[in-house]
């Protein structure tokens, strides 16, 4: 048994890829799925790897058990001990209204947002349970676990779904010693978001009270404070990481 060991789903690009990452450079062993094109993921491998790290990044679709299941045993083989840390942040969205969108659709982001989510939690959870030395599950949400987002019916019932399936998670694996915890990012800076407008950054800078987007490494630090010992009582709570964009209610007065 060496370094920790992290898993993080959906690895290879946008916030998933900033936290693997930081838990490489912070001293974890990680492993890490991907769905897509392999060059991502083996360019972020091979990048830390030269560095020093040691990471495993391995083509698995979050939704689907058996994929999952093959995922967990060839961690086993490859680390020999269980998940220390499991983040859930593979996810997908869809943009439709309520009444346009396919039902083909809609299964597809539930399968891996929200199905993904319970899988890999329990694969890793029953590891961490069989280890009994505890652990740390991160879900990660968004601003709609609680606020109606438009045109994202399908995407805001899995991340609404995400935020009660980490409190019942959290009082049924708290015995166990293992913390569950939700993220919810606000307006992050990444490849997908940008292509949401022609000015991302400027746009919902102007809504965040703190006149910013996030970046990724914004969420990885808290995800890093989660995992460690300073956070050894929090669990089953959502935490937000958006600059205080969701806090704040509509308002006809500045």
């Given amino acids: 048994m060496g370094a920790s060991l992290a898993v993080v789903t959906g690895g290879s690009s946008g916030i998933g890829r900033q936290l693997v990452r930081s838990f490489v450079t912070s001293g974890y062993a990680v492993a890490f799925t991907y769905v897509g094109p392999d060059a991502p993921a083996e360019q972020l491998v091979g990048e830390l790897a030269a560095n020093g790290g040691r ?25 020999g001990d269980a998940p220390d840390v499991l983040i859930n942040n593979a996810a997908i969205q869809t943009w439709a209204p309520l009444l346009e969108l396919d039902a083909a659709r809609w299964d ?59 409190k019942v998670a959290a009082v049924e694996l708290g015995p166990h010693g293992i913390r569950v915890n939700c993220l919810a990012p606000g307006a992050i800076d990444t490849e997908r ?61 500045e």
Wanted: charged content about 15%.
């Fill in 108 to 166: 597809a982001v539930l399968r891996t947002n929200l199905r993904g989510c319970f899988l890999n939690t329990q694969q890793a959870a029953r590891r961490m349970v069989q280890a009994g030395k505890g652990g740390c599950i991160i879900n990660i949400g968004s601003g709609c676990n609680k606020l109606a987002f438009p045109r994202l019916v399908d995407y805001t019932a899995s991340k609404g779904g995400v935020e009660q399936f980490t």
């Fill in 193 to 253: 978001t940008r292509q949401e407008s022609n000015d991302y950054s400027g746009t919902w800078s102007r809504l965040t009270p703190l006149r910013r987007v996030g970046q990724p490494q914004d969420v990885a630090a808290v995800a890093l404070f989660l995992a460690s010992d300073a956070a050894s009582f929090v669990s089953g709570q959502t935490i937000g990481v958006d600059g205080g964009l969701f806090s704040q209610a509509i308002w006809p007065q």
């Fill in 55 to 79: 990471i495993c990044a391995i083509a698995a679709d979050a939704g689907i058990a058996a994929e999952v299941d093959a995922f967990y045993e060839r961690i086993d083989a490859w680390h």
